[in-house]
């Protein structure tokens, strides 16, 4: 059964920042991580569920799993939940970035 894939407007300006920031440094290698981001998302259409449970999951109601991109230093972590026929990509974030919820959990203790 093949999946329809939506990015959130979240995941979209997410992949928007990281690309921009990539590519101030590295034109050539922020345009081929793009396009490898890209292909990895559309590979959510065939067995999304092959991807681990994110970290995250047990904070939130519904299941959230996540697909990693990238290597070494340059991992990003594609976090989406299944809604029936549907994979919404939710965030992507890079691997070094705080797991979702916690950067409220620091915010609150200043």
């Known amino acids: ?4 894939v939506s990015l959130t ?3 979209n300006s997410e992949i928007e920042i990281a690309y921009s920031w990539l ?9 081929r991580w793009f396009r490898g981001l ?7 259409q065939e067995k999304p569920r092959r991807c681990i449970l994110a970290p995250e999951n047990d904070a939130f109601a519904e299941e959230i799993r996540q697909l990693i991109y990238g ?18 990509v939710l965030h992507v974030r890079h691997s070094s970035q705080a797991r979702l ?3 409220i959990d620091e915010e609150e203790n200043f």
């Open 38 to 44: 890209m292909d990895a998302i559309a590979t959510l």
């Open 1 to 4: 059964m093949a999946f329809q």
């Open 9 to 11: 407007q979240t995941a």
């Open 101 to 103: 919820g916690e950067e």
């Open 23 to 31: 590519r101030e440094r590295n034109p050539d290698y922020a345009d």
């Open 71 to 88: 290597k070494s230093r340059n991992k990003y972590r594609i976090l989406f939940t299944i809604r029936e026929n549907t994979v919404f």
